[in-house]
């Protein structure tokens, strides 16, 4: 069966400094994979996408970036951390056969704190 | 563009007292429309996937319908453990899923 792993699940980081979010899912391959990121008492926004290996696509201008450096994990990072990226961040996965079914499969997330 | 509106933002029942959630949308080659449950500091967890107008779901207490602008949750006879926030969400034709913001139902026993 297929499962996602996020690691830290919780991180507190001081204004300025860098982030690494990393993201793996395991027993799949080839999987679109998604960065969203949720604040407080809102929606999930679609922050970056990729559908394979080195291809990443923005939905939104901001202080950070993803890579994709193997089939199967994904990575969130900043090179200096502002107080408005504080947020709960999911990695999410779908097939990448055009399957709807589930729709994504969410990770259980990183709450960062940026203070 | 697309979008998704979910209301109201947040609901308090009774044990029993039976309701409804509302998710309404517009969205460029609907692929299918989900509901899902979101518990405190956890991902979202997949509830249902709607394809079509006047298709409908159901899973213990829940019931989700939908039609060409808008899609419900119906919750019957809920219990405490129902208290979550339920997304709803779109996915466009190039497989991007779109959430609203959600409604935070609280079952008071």
């Known amino acids: 069966s297929q499962t996602i792993h996020q690691w830290p699940a919780t991180l507190v980081q001081p204004v300025g400094s860098p982030l690494s979010l990393e993201c793996t899912v395991e027993?799949?391959?080839?999987?679109?994979l998604y960065w969203y990121r949720q604040a407080a008492g809102r929606g999930l926004q679609l922050l970056f996408y990729s559908v394979g290996i080195g291809q990443i696509s923005s939905e939104v201008p901001q202080n950070l970036s993803a890579s994709r450096p193997q089939d199967r994990q994904f990575i969130l990072s900043s090179k200096k951390l502002l107080l408005s990226d504080s947020g709960f961040y999911l990695c999410?996965?779908?097939?990448?056969?055009?399957?709807?079914?589930?729709?994504?499969?969410f990770g259980s997330g990183t709450r960062l704190t940026v203070v | 563009e697309d979008q998704v509106t979910q209301s109201p933002e947040a609901l308090r029942l009774q044990e029993g007292e039976s309701s409804s959630l509302n998710c309404s949308y517009t969205?460029?080659?609907?692929?299918?429309l989900f509901w899902y449950r979101q518990d405190p500091g956890k991902g979202p967890e997949f509830l249902f996937t709607?394809?079509?107008a006047g298709e409908e779901k159901e899973k213990e207490r829940l019931k989700a319908t939908l039609t060409k602008k808008e899609s419900f949750l119906h919750i019957t006879a809920p219990k405490p453990e129902d208290s979550a926030t339920y997304l709803c969400a779109v996915m466009d034709s190039s497989y991007k899923l779109i959430f609203g913001s959600g409604t935070r139902l609280l079952v008071r026993p």
């Open positions: 969205v460029s080659g609907l692929r299918g």
């Open positions: 027993g799949t391959s080839n999987p679109n």
């Open positions: 999410a996965w779908r097939r990448l056969s055009g399957e709807v079914g589930y729709g994504y499969t």
């Open positions: 709607l394809y079509s």
